[in-house]
Nanobody, 115 residues
């Protein structure tokens, strides 16, 4: 059974930074890829960033140049470094992990960008 536990969310002022962490139960090499989705109130869930098993990364246009996804395979953890945060980044952020026939979700962590 796969468990993903997110942490690092919170309240931050515009222009500030946060780092989200997603700790997986067991080796992250089991997954074809991992990533982060977010869902703002009244909006659809959207992919923010993803990292493939080989380390390739992809980002939503809205976060390119501001967010960075990375991983620590020794800690079975994926990170999302978020800089230059904007009020429109406010959302619940979810970690995901993909296998061939399954996608696993974390419980979500709230990020609020407000002055």
């Amino acid at each position: 059974q796969v468990q993903l536990v997110e942490s690092g969310g919170g309240l931050v002022q515009p222009g500030g930074s946060l780092r989200l962490s997603c700790a997986a139960s067991g080796s992250i090499f089991r997954f074809n890829g991992m990533g982060w989705f977010r869902q703002a109130p009244g909006k659809q869930r959207e992919l923010v960033a993803a990292i493939g098993s080989g380390g390739s990364t992809t980002y939503a246009d809205s976060v390119k140049g501001r967010f960075t996804i990375s991983r620590d395979t020794a800690k079975n953890t994926v990170y999302l470094q978020m800089n230059s945060l904007k009020p429109e980044d406010t959302a619940v952020y979810y970690c995901i992990a993909d296998q061939t026939y399954n996608r696993y979700w974390g419980q979500g962590t709230q990020v609020t960008v407000s002055s």
